[in-house]
């Protein structure tokens, strides 16, 4: 099973990716970077990364050689409202890989999982009282991708992740963080990486647009799972 991965380098990302390359299920991960992630990660032998150098411009050979992917794990964006990173990057490659994928028959609807935020706002006309643009920005991209997913239902489904507060190692003491804010206000990041990843490898049954609390508690599901699994 091959996982595509967009903004690898990141504190969320990175994760993403380690808990890609430790699910016994997964046998490929792609990694869209714009330069090599470091040896120590770049050297995983079920890790390739490719380079990207403008985000907005996807090569159809590329998107062709990687096309027999189950998805997409698409991580990157600001949280202070960014048109390339948070808007034009995601749709050009949702675009891109959609005229792609409607070349090819037999084949299950492509998962593109999105990393999205608790604050986001889809409707434009919302008075809101900090980080207006930056949130209703990425909640443009929600209704573009998921209106994308439902006109093109034979080849795609899009799920948008919308964590609260990630405790990230880079936190001082994260479970604490986690324990403090609650279910519905946080996530650690581990719960997030492997709830993510359960999304573009399966998803059956879950909702296109998905909160903190689902995520917390399938996330911690799939991590008992997932030790389990790895066991000697």
């Known amino acids: 099973m091959k996982i595509l991965i967009v903004g690898a380098s990141g504190s969320i990302g990175s994760q993403v990716l380690l808990h890609c390359l430790s699910h016994p299920d997964i046998t490929a991960v792609v ?17 390739q990364c490719v380079i990207i150098q403008d985000f907005s411009k996807w090569p159809e050979e590329v998107l062709h050689a990687h096309s027999d992917a189950v998805g997409m794990l698409w991580n990157m964006g600001t949280n202070t409202g960014d048109m390339l990173a948070d808007l034009e990057y995601p749709l050009a490659f949702i675009e891109s890989m959609g005229r792609v994928l409607e070349t090819q028959s037999s084949r299950p609807p492509f998962k593109y999982v999105h990393l999205s935020g608790k604050f986001v706002r889809q409707n434009q006309e919302e008075k809101l009282c900090f980080l207006e643009e930056a949130r209703k920005m990425k909640g443009r991209l929600e209704t573009r991708s998921l209106a994308f997913a439902n006109n093109h239902a034979a080849i795609w489904k899009t799920f948008i992740v919308r964590p609260g507060a990630v405790a990230t190692e880079n936190l001082l003491i994260p479970g604490v963080i986690a324990t403090v804010l609650g ?18 490898m399966d998803g059956r049954g879950e909702d296109s647009l998905i909160e903190n609390t689902r995520i917390v508690r399938k996330g911690r599901e799939l991590l008992e799972q997932h030790r ?5």
């Open 183 to 200: 279910e519905t206000l946080s996530v650690r990041v581990e719960e997030l990486a492997a709830f993510m990843t359960y999304l573009a």
């Open 228 to 232: 389990n699994n790895i066991k000697p």
């Open 31 to 47: 990694a869209f970077v714009r330069r090599n992630l470091p040896a120590n990660i770049s050297g995983h032998p079920k890790l």
